[in-house]
């Protein structure tokens, strides 16, 4: 299946330490995003990388993608206690149906003041 | 302004009633979505609109049924409710339909199932 699976499922840091989570899929995107989720709410889109690009940054957020080994990552660098959060990562391509967005079960980060 | 908007945010029923979730999207996008949130926090996609018409329809019971009167608005519909449809439902709203975009969600709805 094309959804993504993001890894650690959980991650514990210090207020200013960096932050990484990776994601691997498994067929052809057109796109990879990235989005974060707050306890009780809906989903923020933080950053969309497509596939013909290899990295992308938004503030203090560093997206890489690796299509050759069907991965992403997601750095946060110098984290706050405000990036406590799930991120998700999405792939967004062509698949049974037709083109769409298709989630992962996402990575739960800590982030202790 | 809240861009996506669904409710209620919280909805306890009993087996075997009928709900209605409601959505409406003010950014003038042509194509929503919705999606069922797991226990395990997997967000799957359930339906997408695309300018009131059907496009993609992910195998869901045909006890869901979603509405859409128009392109602004995107309404689910779950008859008969079980026990197994208890999960966070997120409407959502995108410009384009092709998944090349990014999406703006609504808060979610809390369906609980007793």
């Known amino acids: 299946s094309q959804q993504g699976e993001e890894d650690p499922q959980a991650l514990s840091i210090q207020e200013g330490e960096n932050a990484t989570m990776n994601c691997s899929y498994k067929?052809?995107?057109?796109?990879l995003q990235w989005y974060r989720q707050n306890s009780g709410r809906g989903l923020v889109h933080l950053i969309l990388?497509?596939?013909?690009?290899r990295e992308k940054h938004s503030g203090r957020l560093r997206v890489t993608l690796d299509t050759s080994k069907k991965s992403s990552s997601l750095l946060i660098t110098a984290s706050r206690a405000a990036d406590t959060a799930s991120y998700f990562c999405?792939?967004?391509?062509?698949?049974?149906?037709?083109?769409?967005?298709?989630f992962g079960a996402g990575t739960r980060l800590f982030v202790k003041a | 302004d809240t861009a996506v908007s669904q409710t209620p945010k919280y909805l306890v029923t009993q087996m075997g009633n009928d709900k209605s979730i409601k959505c409406e999207q003010n950014?003038?996008?042509?194509?929503m979505y919705w999606y069922k949130q797991d226990s395990k926090k997997f967000l799957k996609i359930m339906f997408s609109?695309?300018?009131?018409?059907?496009?993609i329809n992910e195998t869901v019971p045909n006890r869901f049924s979603p509405k859409s009167p128009d392109k602004a608005h995107l309404n689910l519909h779950i008859n008969s409710l079980e026990l197994g449809d208890s999960a966070v439902y997120f409407c959502?709203?995108?410009?384009?339909?092709?998944?090349?975009?990014?999406?703006?969600f609504g808060q979610g709805t809390r369906l609980t199932v007793v």
């Open positions: 609109y695309n300018n009131k018409e059907l496009i």
């Open positions: 950014l003038g996008h042509d194509t």
């Open positions: 067929t052809s995107i057109n796109n």
């Open positions: 959502a709203s995108s410009q384009i339909p092709t998944a090349n975009t990014e999406a703006f």
């Open positions: 990388i497509r596939s013909n690009e």
């Open positions: 999405a792939t967004g391509g062509l698949n049974t149906g037709g083109f769409k967005t298709i």
